[in-house]
């Protein structure tokens, strides 16, 4: 890392005084132009501390730009992972202030809620399969903390940038019909997700766009996560990550997910 972590403290302070006040602060990577990913994943970890300290609680973690085109977007070889607090759950069907967010983007995935621990290096699809309780249809809300553009250079954000800001993460609503992976026979991979934004289909993929199997994404964490000492708790939820590009959203949209025999989910912003 190159980052003090005074430094780190005052990017953790610049998130939360954004969130706070609805006004995206600048890049971390035009400021700190010799960051590097661990310098990214030490603010996220640093912004969800000063979160905890303020009373939040973690109750998952979420995974991103799974699909090799999002990385080679972004020039990164593997998923990105964030944080899941108490205070982000929504229900299905939720009225959701869109006051509450900045820069609002959605997107669809499964969502695996575990029965008993996972933790690497060596865990595996099978393992995610035997672990989780249930697997439900979820909506992933994405925001932007940091801006998505500078607007004196026109330079769009980096990576590190998402990264840092809890790699977009800003809620999530479950919802649809949950089953237990071991008693539905159904190939994972082939869940789709028709996406409609007030009525007109925006998007639309399958579950197996997520690293050909979105259990994968779940065993992937784990791994990653035990370099840190950190083991998926029973119980935590865990969005194993979209296979829809991100939908912009507002004030007044209304969006349903439709899982075909799996359910629908669906919020509106008020």
């Known amino acids: 890392m190159s980052l003090s972590a005074e430094q780190l403290e005052q990017a953790a302070e ?11 602060c600048r890049q971390f990577s035009l400021d700190h132009p ?15 501390q000063l979160k905890q300290r303020n009373g939040r609680i973690v109750k998952g973690h979420k995974i991103g730009l799974t699909s090799k085109a999002m990385q080679r977007a972004v020039n990164i070889a593997e998923p990105d992972y964030g944080t899941l607090l108490d205070d982000m759950f929504y229900r299905d ?10 820069q609002l983007k959605i997107e669809a995935e499964l969502a695996f809620v575990l029965a008993r621990p996972l933790s690497g290096p060596d865990c595996t699809l099978f393992d995610v399969l035997d672990a989780t309780a249930y697997v439900t249809p979820a909506l ?41 992976p071991a008693l539905v026979d159904a190939d994972m991979r082939r869940i ?26 779940v065993a992937w964490l784990a791994n990653r996560l035990h370099r840190f000492g950190v083991t998926l708790q029973a119980g935590e939820v865990v969005l194993a990550g979209s296979f829809i590009r991100p939908i912009d959203v507002a004030q007044g949209d209304t969006i349903v997910a439709d899982y075909g025999e ?7 912003f008020g």
Not at 34 to 48: K, P, S
Not at 192 to 213: C, M, P, Q
Request: proline fraction near 4%; aromatic fraction near 6%; charged fraction near 25%.
């Open 262 to 268: 799996f359910g629908t989910v669906s919020c509106h």
């Open 14 to 24: 610049r998130l939360e005084q954004a969130e706070r006040d609805r006004v995206p």
């Open 93 to 102: 069907g939720a009225v959701i202030s869109a006051g509450r967010f900045l």
């Open 34 to 48: 010799g960051m590097d990913m661990a310098d990214a994943y030490a603010i996220q970890h640093a912004w969800m």
């Open 140 to 180: 992933e809300i994405l925001d932007a903390r940091i801006q998505r553009v500078d607007p004196d250079t026109g330079r769009s954000r980096t990576v590190l940038d998402t990264i840092s800001d809890n790699a977009a993460n800003a809620a999530l609503v479950l919802g649809g019909r949950p089953f237990k």
């Open 192 to 217: 789709g997700a028709i996406v409609s934004k007030n009525g007109e289909v925006e998007e639309t993929g399958l579950a197996a766009g997520v690293l050909n199997h979105p259990g994968y994404g």
